[in-house]
């Protein structure tokens, strides 16, 4: 239980950060050009979308130790890599085939859930482990 927990945390802080970088810093102009389409700054509710992360992060790990036989860090990037193929491809071009996002803005979403997932996948998998 111990390892599960260290697991949820490790993955969330990885992806704060890596929210950061990838929204904060690469996005940034995108979202900028296309301002009508997001809340103003005042009016983001930060604080749930750190929950959401949170649970994600939970449901993400979970799924690994509760449902995978085999645990590694292999294992673990390998399920982050299909996850986050799944997931990117959900977030990034299904929005985009829907909303008038920016091209460059559904390619950054896909590519940074992928790389997100991913990096979750490592971290699970070097800290859950046979």
Not at 6 to 15: D, G, Q
Not at 43 to 51: D, I, K, N, R
Request: charged residues 10%.
């Amino acid at each position: 239980m111990k390892k599960t927990i260290l697991a949820i945390v490790a993955v969330f802080v990885s992806w704060q950060a890596l929210d950061f970088i990838i929204h904060s810093i690469i996005l940034m102009p995108t979202y900028a050009e296309t301002a009508t389409l997001w809340r103003p700054e005042g009016e983001m509710m930060m604080g749930l979308m750190m929950v959401v992360s949170l649970v994600s992060a939970a449901c993400f790990v979970l799924v690994y130790d509760w449902f995978f036989k085999e645990k590694n860090m292999m294992v673990g990037l390998k399920y982050g890599v299909v996850f986050g193929i799944g997931a990117g491809i959900s977030m990034g071009y299904g929005t985009y085939s829907v909303q008038p996002i920016m091209y460059f803005t559904a390619l950054g979403w896909f590519l940074g859930t992928l790389v997100e997932a991913a990096v979750a996948g490592l971290i699970t998998g070097l800290i859950i482990k046979d």
